[in-house]
């Protein structure tokens, strides 16, 4: 088999593939308006909880703790705290989720999507991931890395900044469309 | 016909009856209304399959006549299943006018570099066979660009009925086992390809076969009703929507931008 026709034939199986994948029915995709019960669960966010958990990963505290009581102490406390660090970001993503698929179901439901700004979510989703991938690894090894934790917290500021555009453009469309729908009845009515 | 091998004809015989219960289903459950272009797509298979017999018994069956005949017929077929498809992706999409413009444009944008691909890829010896090379390109190209469109409803979370799932997989499914068949058949036996043609018939006739009764179980039952009616207004969705979620987006970000700047700071 020559490079081209290996080239075919590889593209073929990961159509075959990727036609599986599209196909296969999720739990999500099954319930009606299952991406809207998101506005509704976003009142649950974790970004708050960001000054304690700066707090617990503090240097200051753990050369605080190793001073007043021992290394082990220390140790121990870094251990704990790091998991919370861990859950934290979990959180975090789980927040960006939430808005991302929201923002998903604004894009559809507007009469216009633009296909630079879907790319652009596209690229901050995929920004995200790497991002939290890496602080995540970092944690697990023991670092703590505030500045790129900060960063994770601009992605999602970010991501809601255009969300907030997006559904008052939205917003303003359909007051528009009431108010155009309202002036015809009124016109019609007027009309003996 | 008589040169055919047996296996052949029973295949095209069971493609041709599963193609008719397509038909025969289309028309009592009243479908044919809703899918017009993919009634006479499958309409036009079972003419194809009419008027190949016909070509066959006259001109014979290794004739290039034949040969010409056979595939000029089969890119009509081609062009009512670009068609059929659109139109049920139209009709997947319809409520959602921005996503179909924006699957249009991964549509165009998906076939120019498949075709780009395959042009690439054929360069060179694609005259020697022309039209095996031109219907894998076209399978390639229908199949890249329909997966682009699924891929864009699963992104954007859009609720496809079922039935027209089947149809479209059906349709994917088909062009991928063509594109997978041509090729390893075209790389196995080279130049005794013509010595081979059975097999190659065999396993087409096959996958369509499949795919046929795949279509028979998503036709089985009405289609569903028009989605624009079971959709719930947007109108109302944005009027109820928007301000809640504004606040709430709104306060999420000052916060963040808080944080953010409280990061910035110099320590």
Known sequence: ?192 | MSSFPPQVLVLWACSALAQLIVVILLFSKGSFRKLPFFTVYVALNLCQAVFLVIVYSICGTSSETTKSLAWYSECVTLVAQALATTEILRLALRPYQGIWGLAWRALTCTSAFVVLMVALTTRGDWVTAKWFELNRGYHLTFAAAVIACLLLIRYYSIQVPAAYKMILGGFCLYSCTEILINTVLQSLLKKAFYDYQPIWQSSTMLSFIVVLFVWVAALWKPLPVDARQATPPSDSIYQRLSPEINERLRELNEKLLRLWKMEARPQ
Request: charged share 25%; aromatic share 8%; with cysteine.
């Open chain 1, 1 to 192: 088999m020559n490079f081209a026709l290996l080239v075919l034939f590889l593209f073929g199986i990961l159509l075959l593939l990727v036609l599986v994948a599209v196909l296969r029915d999720t739990p999500k995709l099954r319930r009606p308006n299952a991406d809207l019960g998101y506005a509704e669960d976003l009142d649950r966010r974790h970004v708050n909880f960001f000054p304690q958990v700066k707090q617990a990963l503090a240097a200051e505290d753990f050369t605080f703790l190793a001073s007043r009581g021992s290394r082990a102490l220390a140790q121990v406390a870094g251990k704990e705290r790091r998991k919370i660090a861990l859950a934290y970001l979990a959180c975090l993503r789980s927040d960006f989720l939430k808005l991302w698929r929201l923002a998903r179901v604004i894009a559809s439901m507007s009469p216009q999507v633009g296909v630079a700004q879907e790319l652009e979510r596209l690229q901050l989703g995929l920004a995200f991931s790497w991002r939290y991938e890496v602080i995540r690894i970092k944690f697990i090894f023991g670092f703590a890395p505030l500045p790129e934790l900060g960063s994770l917290s601009e992605v999602v500021s970010r991501l809601s900044i255009r969300l907030e555009t997006a559904m008052k453009e939205l917003g303003e469309r359909a007051a528009l469309t009431a108010k155009l729908a309202s002036s015809l009845n009124g016109r019609g009515l007027d009309t003996p």
